[in-house]
């Protein structure tokens, strides 16, 4: 058997024995990482082995020491499962080996990339002529739409940073909302802009308009980027956009959206109300590898004015085979990626327009679930307006809380991670794994109760 062959055949058998293993085994890691390093050995060998053993010793040694993400009861951080087209997909990805840089180089992937952007357009509801590529992550998409504003905001006052860079031209003003995520922070600082100037939040992380107003004419009238939240990491709420749109507008500002997994919410006519208005911003960031549940790693970066996105991330090489109108390299930051819109487009045919709204529906439905399961528990208080896919709650004081958490990891039925939000320590639910069914929520909902009786 081709050497290729076998090893395929290895890692299928032991893929589809996790998988099996997922309803019923517990979510967190049993090994340490010192003993998975234990397991497979920290010596380079001298000589080659078979491909297909060492597929074998791979998955052997790593799996004690593998994290159940893809279970219907993991529901830390915000992290999506794995769709099954995508999944396979995402094999063929690695087999077909395309370098997705040029039209010219892999026309199949260009034309799934083309179409893959298109369908997330209308699904998502934005405007239907913006630019979109494919990134590693929304810290990248962020990064990527953030440099398309930033090279605009500086181009109409006349300084062009591609060529001249940053020193000695005008300063870039960004003002965000005071519980964005740290990720827009990380894209400001490769950006060399700094860290945001933070406009006060509401309870639920909602930017106030009157208060972004405010420090908009407080400050420099200069070139200016506002960055919006669709979708707060511990309350899930969404910015007033028609809103604080409008009052960035007023001064000319770049407006751009982190929607890393609430974007999503558009693609359902329940939820789209979430969103509403956000699609008059310059630049939005998402992912696809959470609430649309591809593998790791995909983000989208969507860029309303198709030339600002190819002037920041465009390039020109004379052993290049480059396209007129542009080529997928020209929206994203890096030049070799693997085929990401494969995946993306295999989950959106897969799972159509109905699917992807009923996804984002039950994703919510079994978010209201915990809420309602939580507040029932005796000491327990859901902390926040649950209106997608994020629920937190306290079960008393901090030490409490912290208990329970650490009670509910030892029982090992569901992975749920803790968070401190406005000073309280707290228990912090995302719900995004689109396996997650009712029975996943009752026995996640029944390790809570557990818990916190215990503790
Ligand atoms: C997850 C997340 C990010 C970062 O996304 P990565 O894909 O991890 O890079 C940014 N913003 C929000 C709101 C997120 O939830």
Known sequence: ??????????????????????????????????????????????????????????????????????????????????????????????????????????????????????????????PRDSAVGFTTGATMANFTCLAAGRDAVLRRTGWNVTHDGLAGGPAVRVLAGADRHMAVDLALRYLGLGTP????????????????????????QGPTLVVLQAGDIHSGAFDPFPEAIRAARETGAWVHVDGAFGLWAAASPQYAHLTAGCADADSWATDAHKTLNVPYDCGLAVVRDPSALRAAMGLRGDYLIQHEQGDPVDKVPELSRRGRAFPVWAALR??????????????????????????????ATVLNEVTFTQVCASFGDDARTERVLARLLDDGTAWISGSTWHGRRVMRISVSNWSTTDDDVRRALDAIRRASSAA
């Open 1 to 126: 058997m081709d050497a290729r062959e076998a090893a395929l055949r290895q890692a299928y058998g032991h893929a589809l024995r996790w998988l099996a293993s997922l309803s019923e085994r517990r979510v967190p890691a049993d090994a340490s990482v010192e003993e998975v390093v234990r397991a497979l050995g920290a010596v380079l060998p001298d000589g080659p082995s078979a491909p297909a053993a060492t597929v074998d010793l791979l998955a052997t040694a790593c799996e004690p020491g593998l994290t159940a993400f893809p279970s219907g009861r993991f529901y830390g951080f915000v992290v999506g499962g794995t769709e099954p087209a995508a999944l396979a997909a995402d094999w063929l990805v690695s087999a077909w080996d395309q370098n997705a840089v040029m039209r010219a180089a892999s026309p199949a992937y260009a034309a799934v990339e083309e179409i893959a952007g298109a369908w997330l357009l209308d699904l998502l509801d934005l």
């Open 197 to 220: 100037e933070l406009v006060p939040a509401d309870a639920q992380g909602r930017i106030g308009p009157e208060a972004l107003r405010h420090a908009l004419a407080a400050g420099e």
């Open 350 to 379: 897969s799972l159509g327009r109905s699917g992807v709204a009923d996804l984002v529906d039950r994703l919510c439905g079994h978010a209201r679930a915990f809420a309602t399961g939580i507040a029932a528990i005796e000491g």
